[in-house]
């Protein structure tokens, strides 16, 4: 029996995935200045990396624009702490990011 994934571990696995994220996407604007040759050795961890640019986008894609925002700013933008205080109340906005965190992953299916 799977136990479901507490805050907490669902924050550390979205934290791992943007990770992953970032990674593939460096990647994969490198790629296109390698010769054909080395394209062709790296064909596999391109298709890799189009996978994960592709399965995040998505699941960014299929949120509701409010929890998407929350995700982008907390976890790929992390520019400045306490940019919500302009939007939500601060007990509002940690409601917003917990069920914002909870859509991410069930748009990941996981």
Same mark, same amino acid.
């Given at each position: 029996?799977?136990?479901?994934?507490?805050?907490?571990?669902?924050?550390?696995?979205?934290?791992?995935?943007?990770?992953?994220?970032?990674?593939?996407?460096?990647?994969?604007?490198?790629?296109? @200045?390698?010769?054909?040759?080395?394209?062709?050795?790296?064909?596999?961890?391109?298709?890799?990396?189009?996978?994960?640019?592709?399965?995040?986008?998505?699941?960014?894609?299929?949120?509701?624009?409010?929890?998407?925002?929350?995700?982008?700013?907390?976890?790929?933008?992390?520019?400045?702490?306490?940019?919500?205080?302009?939007?939500?109340?601060?007990?509002? @906005?940690?409601?917003?990011?917990?069920?914002?965190?909870?859509? @991410?992953?069930?748009?990941?299916?996981?």
């Amino acid at each position: 029996m799977n136990k479901p994934l507490k805050c907490r571990e669902q924050e550390g696995v979205i934290r791992y995935l943007t990770q992953c994220y970032r990674k593939s996407c460096q990647r994969l604007k490198l790629h296109r @200045f390698l010769t054909p040759e080395k394209k062709q050795e790296h064909k596999d961890q391109q298709q890799c990396d189009e996978l994960t640019v592709a399965l995040y986008e998505s699941a960014l894609e299929a949120m509701p624009e409010t929890y998407r925002e929350i995700i982008v700013r907390e976890f790929l933008d992390e520019s400045a702490d306490g940019w919500f205080y302009n939007y939500y109340t601060k007990s509002t @906005f940690y409601r917003l990011r917990q069920r914002a965190i909870h859509e @991410f992953m069930d748009c990941l299916n996981v």
